[in-house]
């Protein structure tokens, strides 16, 4: 999958499931798998394969290496990282910089 693929999935999940005016995903399909289940700290919980941030609501899906997926609704973005950290302890590191350091301070 390149990045601009994973880009796409990040729109659709943006706009409810709709792509191209047609529905491809069941609306309540994307409300409950990005609904909390889990608490995972005091910053995000866990939804049905998704990180759920919690003061800066966003959406996050996450790949061995530093892949990516990064959606934050409210200003309608999308982020996608690939990094190849592969089987490290320490592989989220980079795609969490460039969120915090580089593409937040950007649009705030």
Known sequence: MLPRDL?????LMLRGGVWDDRAVL????????TTPVVQIDENRDYGYQWYLGRSEQFWNASGNGGQRL?????????VVTTS???????????PLRIMREVVLPAIL
């Open 7 to 11: 880009a796409r999935i990040g729109q």
């Open 70 to 78: 990064y959606i934050v609704p409210a200003r309608d973005l999308v």
């Open 26 to 33: 069941p609306a309540q399909w994307i409300t409950r798998c």
């Open 84 to 94: 190849g950290n592969y089987d490290t302890p320490d592989q989220w590191v980079p």
